[in-house]
C-alpha cells in the first residue's frame, strides 16, 4: 500500500490451499484495506493456485473486492524478495533455526524503504498499460 505496509506474513508449516489463503490473508488483510481505502482499493495477486480457488474468488466477490491476477505483474514481490534474501545471506551471522529465519525476515520486510515498496507500486499502472499494449503476452522487464 502507499504510504504504509503490513507485517509480513508468514505462514507456519503446511501447504497454503484456498482455505487457508481466505483465512489468514483475505479476511484479516484485505477486507481491511478494502475497508480502509473504499472505492479506490484494487487488489493484485500472483495468480498462485490457492489465489485462484473457488473459495478465494467467492470471497473476494462477496466482499465487493476488485481484483486482478496476472502472473507477469509478481515482479515488485519477486523484487522485493529477492532483495531480503540477499540481505539474509549477507549477513554475518544467518539465521539457523526456524525461529531465527522468521525474526530475520520480519526484520528485512521492516528495512525496505517505504519509498522503494511505493516505486514498485506506482510502476504497476506502467505494466498494466505495456500489458495491455502487447496483448496480454509476457511483459518486457
Not at 22 to 50: H, T, W
Amino acid at each position: 500500500m502507499l504510504g504504509s505496509r503490513t507485517d509480513l506474513h508468514i505462514f507456519d508449516a503446511g501447504s497454503v490451499n484456498g482455505t487457508r489463503y481466505c483465512k489468514e490473508i483475505l479476511l484479516p488483510y484485505v477486507r481491511l484495506f478494502r475497508s480502509a481505502m473504499g472505492l479506490q482499493f484494487l487488489f493484485m495477486d500472483d495468480n498462485a493456485p490457492c489465489h485462484r480457488t473457488v473459495a478465494a474468488e467467492q470471497l473476494l466477490e462477496s466482499e465487493d473486492i476488485d481484483w486482478i491476477c496476472r502472473y507477469d505483474l509478481r515482479i515488485s514481490i519477486q523484487s522485493s524478495m529477492y532483495g531480503i534474501c540477499r540481505r539474509l545471506a549477507a549477513r554475518t551471522l544467518p539465521p539457523v533455526t526456524i525461529r531465527d529465519l522468521r525474526f530475520s525476515l520480519q526484520d528485512e520486510w521492516a528495512a525496505i524503504p517505504q519509498q522503494l515498496i511505493d516505486t514498485l507500486i506506482l510502476s504497476m499502472g506502467r505494466r498494466c498499460e505495456t500489458w495491455l499494449a502487447v496483448r496480454g503476452d509476457h511483459i518486457p522487464y
